[in-house]
């Protein structure tokens, strides 16, 4: 599967971004990670399939929001309310299967797109 992400840019704080994330193929687990300079990788936001049922990192409830488009093998996540400390390498993961509750927290995909930077200024 090959994911490509896009939509990052720079904004400034309080504004709203979308970012999108074309997949090659049907996946049942996606989700969103970030990477800021000098620290580890950290979970966003990801969402099953079927259901749809979604999940969030405490730092971005109720400004992020992630979806899915199934014709379009597409994932969105829609950030609102921006901070300076949403800065960073966002990208997108996927697997085929439908992981566990306990694995979707976790860099555990299989397949990651390459990164697309959104950087918020104060």
């Known amino acids: 599967v090959q994911l490509q992400a896009s939509g990052g840019g720079l904004v400034q704080a309080g504004d709203s971004l979308r970012l999108s994330c074309s997949a090659s193929?049907?996946?049942?687990?996606m989700a969103w990670f970030r990477q800021s300079p000098g620290k580890e990788r950290e979970f966003v936001a990801a969402?099953?399939?079927?259901?749809?049922?979604?999940y969030y990192a405490d730092s971005v409830k109720g400004r992020f929001t992630i979806s899915g488009d199934d014709a379009k093998n597409t994932l969105y996540l829609q950030m609102n309310s921006v901070k300076p400390e949403d800065t960073a390498v966002y990208y997108c993961?996927?697997?085929?299967?439908?992981?566990?509750?306990?694995?979707?927290?976790?860099?555990?995909?299989?397949?990651w797109g390459q990164g697309t930077l959104v950087t918020v200024s104060s």
């Open positions: 993961a996927a697997n085929r299967n439908r992981l566990a509750l306990s694995a979707i927290w976790t860099p555990v995909y299989n397949y």
């Open positions: 193929d049907v996946t049942y687990s």
């Open positions: 969402i099953r399939r079927p259901g749809a049922s979604t």
